[in-house]
């Protein structure tokens, strides 16, 4: 611009140019209001004499809270894992030429996802009402070789894992349904053409490439089991909200206990948001680190493994 302006006889000033941010009042006001709302409300929770963070301070990490806090990850991990098999089962079923199986595989779906939660696990909490005895012999009242007492194994923690397990079976079928229908037939034509067979084809081909779509839904589900469990409370699953309430039932601050339990989910799921968030640039496309990239194409010898991990 400079030699422009020179060659022309005009100052260079006269080139300049100034860029100017319109005002935004209204989004400084927002700001502000966003501001002064949160100070305000952290500032009344905080003085609040009737919240006692005294007995919150004394029962975060408390003995029966911890042991409440271990059944909920596990009712979590659990639930989760066998809700995944669950899920991939019927999301086959769901996708097979057999009509019998699709039939089936969507009356599951249907059903347990109509039905609310809670109320499936009350009705396996008391499943003993409809079945006293669980036996395993010849059906259609042949003889039983082994016989239990529905009541000595359908427990509070059965029952929730039952529950919670069939449920989220139901939302993770259609969760890995639309993952494998996201991935190009193509590539199904490609397996098959150097001789893989069906289950080699989904384990190997598919899924893999599915799981860009599957991980983002999943770890929702992941997060709101965590929380979900919390309803296994009304049938004394012994979870971090059932010993809450326990506690609370005891000393009457129920504020104070169901502060202690929501600070506890917060660690969870905030825990659960990070893991989510590395799984998810693990599987997106062009997730691998530009140095890593740069090295690949520019360093001789690096090629194929580093652009895959």
């Not at 919240?51 to 659990?78: N, S």
């Not at 150097?194 to 589900?221: C, D, E, H, K, Y």
């Not at 010993?243 to 000393?251: E, F, G, I, K, R």
């Amino acid at each position: 611009m400079k030699g422009s302006g020179a060659a022309s006889g005009v100052p260079d000033d006269e080139f300049a140019f100034r860029v100017t941010r319109r005002p935004r009042p209204a989004r400084w006001f927002a700001v502000l209001a966003a501001v002064l709302v949160t100070v305000w409300l952290g500032y009344t929770v905080v003085v609040n004499p009737n919240l006692h963070w005294d007995v919150i301070a004394d029962h975060q990490f408390d003995a029966v809270i911890l042991e409440g806090l271990w059944v909920t990850v596990q009712l979590t991990l659990v639930s989760m894992t066998a809700g995944i098999v669950i899920g991939v089962a019927v999301a086959v079923m769901q996708l097979s030429e057999n009509p019998v199986l699709r039939v089936t595989a969507s009356a599951y779906t249907w059903f347990f996802r109509g039905t609310p939660l809670l109320v499936q696990l009350i009705f396996w909490f008391n499943l003993a009402l409809l079945f006293p005895v669980i036996s395993i012999g010849v059906p259609f009242d042949g003889p039983k070789l082994v016989e239990w007492q529905t009541n000595a194994v359908i427990t509070g923690f059965v029952a929730a894992l039952l529950g919670l397990s069939i449920n989220e079976g139901a939302y993770l079928a259609e969760i890995v349904r639309a993952g494998i229908q996201s991935v190009d037939p193509g590539q199904r034509e490609a397996g098959a053409t150097l001789g893989m067979s069906n289950r080699q084809i989904l384990a190997r081909v598919i899924l893999p490439q599915a799981m860009r779509v599957i991980i983002p839904p999943f770890g929702n589900q992941f997060i709101s089991m965590l929380k979900t469990t919390s309803l296994v409370s009304v049938i004394a699953g012994a979870d971090l909200m059932t010993v809450s309430q326990h506690l609370y039932l005891a000393n009457f601050e129920v504020i104070a206990l169901l502060m202690v339990a929501s600070l506890w989910y917060l660690a969870l799921t905030t825990v659960a948001s990070v893991a989510q968030h590395f799984i998810e640039r693990r599987y997106s496309p062009g997730a691998a680190p530009l140095r890593r990239r740069m090295l690949t194409n520019l360093v001789p010898g690096r090629t194929g493994k580093g652009a895959a991990s």
